[in-house]
């Protein structure tokens, strides 16, 4: 297993932007939409072989030609402030049963990232992901922040439709960021380099939708290309925003009646206010029957 | 790397096959070929590979009363000049698996081609002659090979949202470290799949045969053949809807899904009560 780095550019002040898919890819299509928007350059990748299954096969004339495995790639772009590296995996590791990346070879993985953080001096690492929130998908979401030293805390409050995670309602002061999002934070935390996760709400009735949620993207990318000034076009998503709109509205309009009214509540209460949650029975139908509307094929969407 | 592997002797080997084979695929294929290279060769363990770190170790399954455990275990039978890895399919650290295997023939067996079965899931009817094909390592494997008649000059790429085989990626492994090899596969018909089909079984063993001179005795596999084709004859004709789909498929007709799992079902639970 190898860190391999095709480039080594001199940089001036960067920080880091990670992203892994994970719920909706929030912070995958946060962290390459950026990427793409500012045009950043290859630098390196590590090598995937000790970390993941492979992707494709691919045999011409019956010879296995080619095997491709999920790609965990660096870039960086020299900007007008500061620099910027990017890391992108099309996969997070999972070792064990769990479908987030957690154990040896996260850790692994996490400190890989790290070191490459650590030799281009990146003063700070910011992850994307999910938060997954008692809200309604017709609402702009909100940022939820957290950081591995408290003295970042202060900054992040100072940003626009961001709120710590101890200030959403009723969450109260605990929480927890499963996979390599959080992990790789923590771990910076033990190398003692700054490091904020930056999650973008998503409603519960849609984490298990097995489709992008582009809208909390969006809301992320606002967030860092403020922090970071980066000026990334803030309808870099609206087209495909606009899409999957369609889709979650098609799916929402098939729950049955009393789920949808519960849900619609929510609708009319104001950001930031406490909204009506749905029951644990509405939960377990939903679980039970979300995927159920990706499959009708001409019947649902 | 050895750490993992657990060494119960050193046969003497001069330059052998390697023969690949897991415990669950369509028709049982690779355990019924491990089964009958054993049995004719005298095949015997010499190592195995820790199950630690490649399977969950939690608990055990249990079938039929029996309780199960992971096992990739290499035998050998030196006068043939062959190695036999079977294994139960790992869960985690596949590279560090397939490693391991090649490790295991290239240092301390010097393998010099490496073959992996396979059983694949087909939807023909069970009399059609078995179809029997190949991917290889490289073209010069492809041509060695040629007579045999393995190759369809098959172009493949895994659809988005798929796999590839833990044979592809072993396929793979090998060809990265310079050993030669091939994955075969056989289409073993769908109402079959959690049967026997000695009919796949004896398509690989006559290709291994040929290929490694062997000296296959198949008067035992041609009368489970036999026996098969009976008591399916039995059921179709006891059975005039099950006669029906099978009649579909010998016309290279589509079932509907509803005859698809009747099919299925019907054959799995005559075949059980015949075997007693």
Known sequence: MALILHREPALTNPDMIVGWPGIGNIGLITVDTIRQAVQAEEMGEIEPWDFFYPSKVIIRGSVLTDMEFPTSKFYYKRLANRDIVFFVGEEQPVSRESMYAEGARAYEMANMVLDVAEKFGCGRIYTSGAAVAITHHTHKPRVWAVANQKKILAELKTYPNMVLMSEVEGRGDQGSITGLNGLLVGTAKKRKCPGVCLMGEIPDYLSRVPFPYPKASQAVIEVLSEALNLNVDPHVLDGMIGQMDTVLESVYQQFPAEIKERLEQRKETPQAKPRATITEEDQKWLKEHIDDFFKKGDKGV | ?276
């Open chain 2, 1 to 276: 790397m050895t750490d993992f592997l657990k060494f119960l002797g050193k046969p003497k080997l001069r330059n052998p096959a390697m023969v690949v084979c897991w415990d669950s695929d369509a028709g049982q294929l690779g355990a019924k070929t491990v089964a009958h290279l054993k049995r004719e060769l005298g095949a015997e363990e010499f190592c195995d590979i820790d199950p630690v770190e490649f399977f969950p170790l939690g608990g055990v399954s249990i079938e039929n009363d029996v309780v199960e455990f992971p096992e990739s275990s290499f035998y050998a039978i030196p006068d043939r000049d062959l190695v036999i890895f079977y294994s139960t399919i790992p869960r985690y650290e596949w590279f560090k698996f397939l490693n391991l295997i090649v490790d295991v023939a290239q240092e301390h067996c010097r393998v010099r081609e490496m073959y992996t079965i396979g059983g694949m899931i087909a939807l023909g009817a069970h009399t059609a002659p078995r179809d029997f094909w190949a991917t290889f390592s490289s073209p010069q494997i492809k041509k060695s090979l040629a007579p045999y008649e393995l190759s369809r000059e098959l172009d493949f790429e895994t659809p988005p949202g798929g796999r590839p085989t833990l044979n592809s990626f072993l396929l793979w492994t090998a060809k990265q470290r310079n050993l030669q090899g091939a994955n075969l596969w056989v289409p073993v018909p769908f109402y079959l799949i959690s049967a026997d089909d000695p009919r796949s079984q004896k398509r690989v063993l006559s290709f291994l045969n040929d290929r490694l001179n062997l000296g296959f005795n198949f008067t035992r596999i041609d009368a489970e053949i036999t026996r098969l084709d009976e008591w399916l004859a039995n059921l179709r004709r006891e059975q005039v809807e099950i006669d029906r789909s099978i009649t579909k498929l010998e016309g290279n007709q589509r079932l509907s899904d509803t005859e698809h799992e009747k099919l299925v079902k019907e054959v799995e639970e005559y075949l059980k009560k015949q075997e007693g």
